[in-house]
């Protein structure tokens, strides 16, 4: 069942619902006065409409772009309150201007407030235009997420027009699409409960109209969900729209005759009682039950004021009498439908006109989407283009640069070795010819055959014979019997890397290092306080390591004797 005796009251409430702050031009400021009528109007028309009406006289005194954006809201108060649009050649010119400027929100509100002047004219087709007017501009301008708020009360109520537009003249295709898209916006911004509810049971309805029963109990079930309060003349119309689709998807008639009267005896008003009348009727008459259908439908006939179910009422009355061969009551009912079938002829054109609106805005829809598809698709191709060139360029110089430190680090290194070689070979020469010193120094000593020779150079006791009677002394040839035994080990091989701490059993003790270092102060006396001389540095560590070099030892045995690791030897060496 239709419910559009509740278009009127919803198309004037559903703006008075806000009670947020209104956005009011799209990228324009606005004197703080009209801002603040705007946001009023949307709680209080009505005073809204007083203020607007008291400062009538001082609008010549305002800019142009103020005084366009007065008389828009001007008749935004009036279609509020009621009254008929008494300023529309001055809201055509203040669309004209928001078109020209390119501000959309107030050019879409224009073109809105126009599309409501024709609807009051009986125009349908032009306010339908302009209905479609204001939602293309609205979609062209902003994205779905900018559509909040105000805007998207504003979305929601242009949808619904459409909606009850196409609901009056029975295009039920049309009627679901606007529904359906106005819903979302309507969750949007906390609209009224009712007002949802409404849009529902307008899009089952339409269902129910198109035979498509699951989807017009889905949506009547929504509504039922949706609208909290149960005591209202909107839920009862709900209840016997889903009753009469339980009997469509095979209830028992008797379950829902009782329904129905049920819902009847609750009726508040005429109206209301003559709706439910109506209901009865129809179901009395698919039922075949006419005496019963007659009742029902006859009252409504005589007493409805709705156009629409007074001329249903008669087409069905016209049916019973002719079942019932009720010849002379059929004139009456036939001869008020007479007008009717002239006057679908006549709707016919504006149906076809409404067709073609329907479809180039569909048209225009689908052209919309394809073109954001397409931006959407070219940003998201720039952006992995952009990213791909940005990755590459970034290893590239990754590379580069690891290229560079690695180069850097060659070269660094090859610097370090080759430095490291003239040192190592400034090192070994001068060891050598250290070495070779010393040996000549040794060489020197056990070529002095006689005490005398040895008594002119000062260096040693004149009783000795040769640097062979040192080197025969007890301690010497202990050392050099633990010498030979160490590299006698064939399991212990001597290297430059080894823990000397494996080597402890061929280490000399101290009183051996002291009776071998008397041993050398009685074959060379005064040698230590000579080299002191010398070397004033010369420390009792040091002293041990020229003992061994005095015995010609190589540096291994060296570090084994005394315990030290090469490295410390080598620096001994070079001392």
Request: glycine content about 2%; proline content about 2%; charged content about 25%.
């Amino acid at each position: 069942m239709k419910l559009r005796c509740f278009i009127g009251a919803f198309l004037f409430l559903a703006l008075a619902a806000c009670h947020h702050p209104v956005e009011t031009r799209h990228g324009t400021s606005l004197p703080s006065e009209l801002s603040a009528i705007d946001t009023l109007m949307q709680t209080r028309p009505d005073s809204a409409l007083t203020l607007l009406l008291s400062c009538r006289d001082d609008v010549h005194t305002v800019s142009t772009a103020d005084n366009h954006y007065y008389q828009l809201l001007l008749s935004e108060a009036l279609y509020k309150n009621d009254y008929a649009q008494t300023n529309r050649d001055e809201l055509l010119t203040a669309m004209a201007y928001f078109d020209s400027v390119q501000d959309p929100f107030l050019s879409a509100r224009c073109h809105y407030m126009n599309g409501v002047g024709y609807y009051e004219m009986d125009s349908v087709v032009p306010a339908c235009e302009e209905y479609l007017k204001a939602l293309e501009i609205m979609e062209e301008h902003f994205n779905e997420e900018e559509l909040v708020g105000y805007k998207a009360k504003f979305m929601a109520l242009t949808l619904s027009h459409l909606c009850g537009l196409f609901d009056d003249r029975y295009f039920a295709e049309q009627v679901v699409y606007f529904g359906k898209r106005s819903l979302s916006y309507y969750h949007g911004y906390n609209a009224e409960p009712w007002h949802i509810a409404w849009v529902l049971e307008v899009i089952s309805s339409n269902y129910d109209m198109m035979e498509y029963l699951d989807s017009a109990c889905y949506y009547s079930q929504l509504a039922v969900e949706v609208l909290k309060d149960t005591n209202c003349v909107m839920y009862r119309d709900i209840e016997a729209h889903n009753a009469l689709l339980s009997r469509k998807k095979g209830e028992a008639n008797e379950v829902v005759i009782d329904r129905l009267y049920k819902i009847l005896s609750q009726a508040e008003s005429k109206n209301e009682y003559l709706a439910r009348c109506f209901s009865m009727g129809g179901v009395y008459y698919y039922e075949q039950s006419y005496d019963s259908a007659w009742n029902y439908l006859n009252k409504v006939f005589e007493e409805t004021e709705r156009p629409d179910s007074k001329k249903q009422a008669a087409e069905w009355m016209v049916d019973i009498c002719k079942a019932q061969s009720r010849d002379d009551e059929i004139i009456e009912f036939a001869s008020f439908l007479i007008p009717f079938a002239t006057q679908e002829e006549n709707q016919s054109e504006i149906k076809s006109e409404l067709t073609e609106l329907y479809k180039d805005y569909s048209q225009k829809c689908l052209e919309r989407q394809h073109h954001k598809q397409i931006s959407r698709t070219m940003k998201w191709v720039l952006f992995v283009f952009v990213s791909v060139f940005l990755l590459l360029l970034l290893t590239t110089l990754l590379l580069h640069k690891t290229k560079k430190k690695e180069h850097d680090l060659k070269n660094r290194i090859e610097k370090e070795r080759m430095g490291h070689e003239i040192k190592q070979k400034a090192l070994s020469g001068r060891l050598k010819k250290s070495n070779e010193a010393l040996r000549e120094t040794l060489k020197r000593i056990e070529e002095r055959e006689t005490p005398s020779e040895l008594m002119a150079c000062g260096e040693v006791n004149p009783s000795l014979k040769s640097f062979e009677a040192f080197k025969q002394t007890a301690i010497c040839q202990e050392v050099y019997n633990r010498v030979e035994q160490l590299h006698n080990n064939k399991r212990r091989v001597l290297k430059t890397d080894m823990d000397v701490a494996d080597y402890k059993d061929f280490a000399l003790s101290a009183k051996e290092l002291i009776l071998l270092s008397k041993t050398v102060e009685e074959h060379f006396p005064n040698l230590y306080s000579t080299l002191k001389v010398s070397f004033p540095f010369l420390s009792f560590k040091d002293w041990r390591f020229c003992l061994l070099y005095l015995l010609q030892l190589d540096k291994l045995s060296i570090c084994v004797l005394l315990q030290e690791n090469y490295q410390t030897c080598r620096r001994y060496t070079l001392k």
